[in-house]
Structures are given as C-alpha cells and as structure tokens.
Nanobody, 120 residues
C-alpha cells in the first residue's frame, strides 16, 4: 500500500527558508514503479497547482514559473524520501503543500499535506 507523509511545514517570515519532506512507503521510486513524484500546493480559495516534479527516468526536473530559482526538488533513494527546499519565501507561497506520486499504471497517490505560512 502506497503511503506518502509530508512534514516540515510551519510559519516563516518573508525571505526565510523551509525544507519539506515526503516520506514514501509501499514502493521504491524507480522507472519500473513510478513515473514521477511531485509537490503541489493549494492556497485558500484557489485550485491546487503543481509546484515541482521529478521524473523517475532521467530525473528530469520541472518547476512552476513562480518558484523557479527559489525552490529545489530532490530525492534520496536510500531514504525513499523526496524533498522541497524553499528559499526566499514570499507571502504568496502560503498554502498547504501536498506530495504526489504517479505510478507506471497511472495510479495517483496523495499525502495529507503540510501547511506553509509566510508572514511577518
């Protein structure tokens, strides 16, 4: 059974940094099991949006324009964990951040989310 558990959210001042973690269980991230893993976010009153993704084949990275140059997605295969390093945070980054995985059969999995609040 695939499970994704996010952690690392919190309250930070503008310009600060946070690192989110997504601990995965029930699978090992590889091109034989998963197509990709991603971070999404959803702010109050807005639709959920893709923040960053990493493909299993070739490790191709993709970022939303709004976070390019500030956020970095990575994974630790040994720990079966995905990370999102967020620097130079802005109030508009405030949202619930969700971990997502898509398997080679098209199955989609979500974590429960972690709150990130950027405010002075």
């Amino acid at each position: 059974q695939v499970q994704l558990v996010e952690s690392g959210g919190g309250l930070v001042q503008p310009g600060g940094s946070l690192r989110l973690s997504c601990a995965a269980s029930g699978f090992t991230f590889s091109r034989y099991t998963m197509n990709s893993m991603s971070w999404y976010r959803q702010a109050p009153g807005k639709e959920r949006e893709l923040v960053a993704s990493i493909s299993s084949a070739g490790g191709r990275l993709n970022y939303a324009d709004s976070v390019k140059g500030r956020f970095t997605i990575s994974r630790d295969n040994a720990e079966n964990t995905m990370y999102l390093q967020m620097n130079s945070l802005k109030p508009e980054d405030t949202a619930v951040y969700y971990c997502n995985a898509v398997d080679i059969g098209g199955g989609t999995y979500w974590g429960k989310g972690t709150q990130v609040s950027v405010s002075s």
